[in-house]
């Protein structure tokens, strides 16, 4: 009996090592498996989670199912004036080129896409009221969101939050403060709005979109607000849109107060903006391809949006 019973205690024994062994086997070559199909290559450092895009790098991973862009990243580029203090952001979706002194941003950049604006516009696209305004501790002068209260001023997007529903982290980036202006309510929800919506649509027949928003400041006797009497209030703004596949543009100039007349009427050129601001916009084009689009406006090369009021 006793034989027997060691001998059976044996085979048991025997058994377990095997099973024991058969599994490890099997995670190790798990595990191999995972890593070689989770492996990035060596010369790409993006994040798979939540992908980070600049203006100066448009490499982008696309793990997520998210937007990939394909342009030229150099067209967000811009040249700005040595009387402006300056210091350029890069976000997820935007680069905004912001000035500590006046506390607010020179100018916006960012890339608008038929892709993206199916995203923005799809059922399970992210929701504005979901977001708060917040102040960037990483730039220098950015406001906090309630500096603006009680200015008799909207805290107004240069890029607007409709253009960055497609991301959560384009969402959270476009409220922050770096990306706001002192901005008339009646113009801010009027006709500056309603030409936000007709760029958005107009993404979707040209693909692609490259747009440059920002204020326009005297550079003499800047009328100031917020709590600190430090926020400067702009006198306009301005938007410039270039559509790269047609290598055609618009601009629009619109001053800070309600616009009588519909948003069409504000169409101008980019070189106007450009006397206007002193900003160099599409400066990486060549000197031919960029003279011809920024001399050039005519408002019926772009379908017309007329909302319900």
């Known amino acids: 009996m006793i034989g027997n019973n060691s001998t059976h205690d044996t085979h048991i024994a025997m058994k377990r090592y095997i099973y024991l062994a058969a599994t490890l086997l099997a995670a190790i070559a798990t595990m191999a498996s995972c890593d070689s199909g989770n492996k990035q290559p060596a010369n790409d450092t993006q994040n798979t989670t939540d992908t980070f895009y600049s203006a ?21 580029d811009v040249a700005l004036p040595a009387h402006l203090d300056n210091a350029t952001v890069r976000y997820k979706a935007i680069t905004v080129y912001y000035n500590k002194r006046l506390r607010i941003p020179n100018c916006v950049a960012y890339e608008l896409t038929n892709t993206q604006v199916a995203m923005a516009d799809a059922p399970d696209a ?60 009646d113009l801010n929800d009027g006709e500056w709005r309603h030409m936000e919506e007709a760029i958005h649509t107009w993404a979707r027949s040209a693909g692609r979109l490259v747009i440059f928003t920002g204020p326009i400041v005297g550079q003499n006797d800047t009328k100031r607000t917020g709590k600190h009497h430090d926020i400067a209030v702009p006198q306009a703004f301005y938007k410039v849109v270039y559509a790269p596949k047609h290598d055609k543009a618009i601009a629009f100039i619109f001053d800070n107060k309600k616009a009588p007349n519909s948003w069409t009427n504000y169409a101008t050129t980019i070189h106007e903006v450009e006397r206007r601001t002193g900003i160099n916009f599409l400066a990486s084009l060549p000197d031919d391809v960029e003279t011809a689009v920024e001399t050039k406006q005519n408002i019926k090369n772009w379908p017309a949006y007329y909302p319900r009021r």
Not at 57 to 70: A, D, H, V
Not at 151 to 169: E, I, L, Q, S, V
């Open 126 to 185: 992210e929701k504005r009221n979901n977001y708060n305004f917040n102040r960037d501790n990483k730039v220098a002068g950015c406001p906090d969101w309630w500096e603006y209260k009680d200015t008799g001023y909207d805290r107004g997007h240069m890029a607007p939050a409709m253009d960055m529903r497609w991301n959560r982290t384009a969402m959270e980036q476009c409220f922050l403060m770096t990306n706001i202006c002192p901005q008339n309510h």
């Open 56 to 76: 100066g790098n448009n490499k982008r991973t696309n793990n997520t199912g998210e937007y990939q862009s394909t342009g030229e990243a150099a067209l967000l």
